[in-house]
């Protein structure tokens, strides 16, 4: 049996309907069955399609917080350097946390430094030990949308362009941010982001390349930066930034990180909001020059 999800912007479907007592348990009962054939016949992860969407992701494991219903954990290894990883940051949401609560969704902050942060692989891994409130879990990559003009700069090619007018383009160039550099995310930008479903498994990974790899993939190029992972944008977001070989942004298409546990109904019941940014006071290896990897302004 295929299962399919449709999900709104941002991966988010609220519901408004009141289901009472006989209908719920119905609900409830139905769901279970649909999600028992799932298992037995879709990968553990599943793509979503559109703004807020994805596919593909790597197996985790287990979770590590103890009876944390959402947990998140960053770590990172400098270039070259593959036989260890440093965490970077981890957000727990505690055991016991209501769903009401403002608790239930968090905003997990960190820094690096820049040169660090520039040279640096990352591996985000999202985890429940929950999965009867969480039964689908959602990771959805920072991104932004860098032009709408049906002729942006291709600078693989000599005089070449990209079309990125109309809704959601389906140029990859077109946009920045993390979400088009996720590994095992296929597809993009039609696939944004990635679930997976907790009856198959409570954990999972996703990779990204270090800024200094991604640059070279980059067919609109710019300088050394670390806009591409860095999202500690305090700026105004809705405003339009155009500054030549640096960064190019269209207004208030800046999406963050997103983790989000939903229950059978597609509900919210937890999340966290990921803010990473690269620390300019702190100068590593040959970096004598303060601030020299732009990382929107801050």
Not at 26 to 55: K, Q, R
Not at 59 to 69: F, I, K
Not at 244 to 253: E, F, L
Request: charged share 15%; proline share 5%.
């Amino acid at each position: 049996m295929k299962c399919a999800v449709n999900l709104a912007k941002n991966l988010v479907v609220k519901l408004s309907v009141n289901f009472n007592l006989v209908i719920n348990l119905i609900a409830t009962f139905i769901f279970t069955i649909l999600i028992a054939a799932c298992s037995g016949s879709e990968p553990a992860s599943s793509g979503i399609s559109g703004p807020g969407g994805g596919s593909g992701s790597s197996g985790g494991g287990q979770p590590t917080g103890s009876n944390s219903p959402l947990e998140i954990r960053v770590r990172t290894n400098y270039i070259g350097n593959t036989s260890s990883k440093s965490v970077l940051v981890e957000c727990i949401t505690p055991a016991g946390t209501l769903t009401t609560s403002p608790a239930a969704n968090g905003v997990c902050t960190v820094q690096m430094p820049e040169l660090d942060m520039y040279f640096s692989d990352f591996e985000f891994r999202v985890a429940t030990n929950s999965p009867e409130t969480c039964t689908r879990v959602v990771f959805i990559p920072f991104e932004y949308q860098r032009s709408t003009s049906d002729v942006f700069p291709n600078d693989s090619v000599p005089n070449g362009t990209f079309d990125c007018s109309g809704g959601r383009p389906a140029e990859p160039n077109c946009y920045g941010g993390a979400a088009r550099f996720i590994n095992e995310i296929e597809g993009y930008p039609a696939n944004q982001g990635s679930y997976f479903l907790t009856v198959n498994s409570l954990s999972q990974v996703y990779t990204m390349d270090a800024p200094d790899i991604n640059r070279s993939k980059d067919a609109h190029r710019s300088g050394r930066t670390n806009i591409n992972i860095a999202n500690n944008f305090t700026g105004n977001r809705a405003a339009n930034i155009n500054a030549a070989g640096v960064v190019d942004y269209v207004a208030n298409t800046f999406e963050d990180y997103q983790f989000i546990c939903q229950n059978s109904f597609g509900e919210v019941m937890y999340s966290w909001t990921l803010i990473m940014g690269d620390d300019d006071l702190l100068n590593t290896g040959s970096n004598t020059t303060f601030d020299s990897i732009y990382d929107w302004g801050n």
